[in-house]
């Protein structure tokens, strides 16, 4: 059974920081991030082996954001610094492609405004 329940989003100046959770069961070889804002087409944002050992993010957060999981806790982060307005969007924790964005299962989604 596939789950997937992000946690972290929420309000926050530009140029503060929020550290998004995703807490997942199954097994998936790599998982992403993915976003959307109102009026605006699915994006990924940064997407991870299972390992860890390879991570690969989107021109507009490269530098900025920083991807990670814990295999062991079955959760998936996504550390967010230097946010900025137009990073305010839904949030989706996803499983991922490493050489694309695309995915099958997605969660709930998670809700960053920045102000």
């Known amino acids: 059974h596939v789950q997937l329940v992000e946690s972290g989003g929420g309000s926050v100046q530009a140029g503060g920081s929020l550290r998004l959770s995703c807490a997942f069961s199954g097994s998936f070889r790599c998982m992403a991030w993915f976003r959307q804002a109102p009026g605006q087409e699915r994006e990924g944002v940064a997407t991870?082996?299972?390992?860890?050992?390879?991570?690969r993010y989107s021109d507009s957060v490269k530098g900025r954001f920083t991807i990670s999981r814990d295999n062991a806790k079955n959760s998936l982060y996504l550390q967010m610094d230097s946010l900025k307005t137009e990073d305010s969007a839904m949030y989706y924790c996803?499983?991922?492609?490493?050489?694309?964005?695309?995915?099958?299962?997605w969660g709930q989604g998670t809700q960053v405004t920045v102000s």
């Open positions: 996803s499983d991922g492609v490493a050489d694309r964005w695309d995915a099958s299962y």
């Open positions: 991870i082996s299972k390992a860890g050992s390879f991570a």
